[in-house]
Structure formats: C-alpha cells, structure tokens
C-alpha cells in the first residue's frame, strides 16, 4: 500500500474524503493531521478525532496543525461547512486524544523514521506543508509527493481568481508550488467534475451503515449550496474526495504536467494559481494538473468504498 500522512480541515468534503480512504486496502495512513480552514484549528481537530472515531480508525495518530496561516488572518468557510464544521452531522464522541507533537513534529518524524517516502495529500490549506518544507527541508527527499487539492487554471470560488485553500494561505502555497516536490493538483476545474446528485444521495444512505448514513447526512448539507450557488451546478462538487480518488485509481483522470505559481501580491488575483499552459515561460513543469475526471467511475468508487463500513 502507499504510505500517506493526510493533512485535512474537516470540513464536509474533508470528511467524504477521509471515509473515502480510511478503510481503502491500497494506502497506508500514518496520520491525519489538521489544518485551519474551513473552521477554526480547534474545530478542526475536534471534528477529525470525531470522524475517526466513528469511521473505526483510531489506531491512526491525529495531529493539529498551525492556528493559523503564515501572515495573514485566518478565514473560514463556515456558510459552507457550517457552525461546527459539520453542517448539522453530529460526531461521536472521540475516544481517542490528539497526538502530543503538533502536525508539523508529528509529519518530521513519520518521515524521518520512514525507509520509504511518503506521499502528503493536502485538503486544506497548505500552512502545515509549508511549515514542513522549510522547518524540516532535509526532509524533502523523503516526501514522494504532495497530492492536493486547490486552485484550478479556470477561476476561482473564493474570488474570480482564487480557490478557497489557496487564498486562505497564498504565501504557503507558494512555498509548496516552488519547493521542487513533485506536485499533483486537483483544482476547480476538475472538481466542478466531480459531482455528487441527488438521487446518488440515496443510494449512498441506503448503503444503510452509519458511515454511509453520515455522508448522506453531510451531502444533503452540501449539495444544496452548490444547486443554489452562482455557478447553478446540478450537483454537489466533491473537491477533497478527488484526492483520494487520485490515489486510489488514477485512470479516472486525464492530466497534464504545467508550471504552476500562486500569486500572492495582485491586485484582483491573489490566491491564484496561474498555470503556464503554453509554456511561455519556459519554466521546467513542476506540476501534474489533473484535467478531467470520469464522473461515474468516481461516484462508483465512492459508494464502493463507504459501503466498507
Ligand atoms: C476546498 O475548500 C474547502 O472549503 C473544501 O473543503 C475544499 O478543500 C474547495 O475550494
Ligand atoms: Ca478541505
């Protein structure tokens, strides 16, 4: 199996993501670890103890981030994640306590220890992985790559230009994009893709376990915002859960390899990550953009997985 470290912000989508890969035979998870984003670092953490409470899973270590982004003030998502995070899922108690180390100690020395490197999937903002790369840069060599989700080459959703985890820590990104990692990027114009129905809800909740029933919960939070929302989308976008789609059966998917940067100083563009497509820079690529995904074969392999509990 491949050896991950999943740094995420549950989070409605977050959460989907986790249940999508927590009892996935083909990755091996070292820890789960949380950053601040789409509701405070507390609750955060709060919800991820939660969800792998109740997704059978506390053998995974679970560790909180940064409180907050490299040098700006933090901004949340909570109109659409809600007060908790959640939306109105309520989590099991956790039963297990976040780990001693913060994210970032707890990431060095997974990687340190590890023989293998080790592939950082980030669903959140990219503070922690940032903080990683220039803390512990010795460690760089260690890392296989870092298989996110944010940005996109066609606009934004938290601006015209910019995607919510890019724009809520820019100068981390950047940090990220120019670290020399091998980079994966599933973006908005990918997972505007990926969408979940309505009548695909149902099938999930009748998959009848209490995983399947908390997604359903979560989905009939999430789907109307994105029904409702500007870009009138016939169903709820599933950006995290990309990621671990990615991971688990990259044929769903066309790509391809771009040099990619994030502004951080413009006018109307901050938090965009600008994608050289034609190669006018002359840039060596240092990102593979995923494109396309197969729709169905995505939601299949979601109902497949959730089914696992
Ligand atoms: C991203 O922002 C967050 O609100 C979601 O969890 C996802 O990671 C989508 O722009
Ligand atoms: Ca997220």
Not at 154 to 163: L, M, Q, R
Not at 183 to 203: C, K, P, S
Not at 240 to 246: E, I, K, L
Not at 271 to 280: C, H, I, S
Request: some cysteine.
């Amino acid at each position: 199996p491949t050896p991950i470290i999943f740094d995420c912000d549950p989070g409605l989508d977050d959460a989907i993501a986790l249940a999508m890969a927590l009892h996935s035979p083909e990755l091996d998870i070292k820890a789960v670890t949380t950053s601040a984003g789409n509701q405070t670092p507390e609750k955060t953490l709060h919800n991820a103890l939660g969800l792998l409470t109740l997704m059978q899973r506390t053998d995974i270590p679970v560790a909180g981030g940064a409180h907050q982004p490299l040098m700006r003030k933090l901004m949340i998502a909570d109109h659409v994640h809600g007060e908790t995070g959640m939306g109105t899922t309520k989590l099991p108690t956790a039963t297990i306590q976040p780990h001693p180390l913060n994210a970032v100690e707890l990431m060095a020395k997974i990687l340190r220890e590890s023989d293998t490197p080790i592939t950082l999937v980030v669903t959140g903002p990219m503070t922690n992985a940032a903080l990683l790369l220039s803390q512990y840069s010795e460690l760089k060599a260690k890392i296989s790559r870092i298989v996110f989700m944010g940005g996109g080459i066609d606009g934004g959703n938290a601006t015209p230009a910019a995607e919510f985890n890019i724009i809520v820590d820019p100068e981390a990104a950047e940090i990220v994009m120019q670290s020399g990692v091998p980079l994966v990027m599933a973006g908005l114009n990918m997972t505007h893709q990926a969408l979940v129905m309505a009548d695909e809800v149902e099938q999930i909740r009748a998959i009848n376990n209490p995983v399947a029933k908390a997604v359903a919960e979560m989905l009939d939070f999430y789907l109307p915002l994105y029904l409702s929302g500007p870009r009138k989308l016939p169903g709820a976008a599933m950006h995290d859960p990309c990621v671990v789609a990615w991971l688990l059966k990259p044929e769903l998917f066309t790509s391809a390899h771009y040099w990619v940067g994030v502004e951080t100083q413009g006018k109307y563009t901050t938090g965009m990550t600008v994608a050289d497509v034609y190669n006018l820079t002359g840039n060596t690529p240092n990102t593979e953009v995923l494109l396309n995904v197969d729709r169905e074969g995505f939601v299949k392999l979601l109902m497949e997985r959730v089914s696992l509990y």
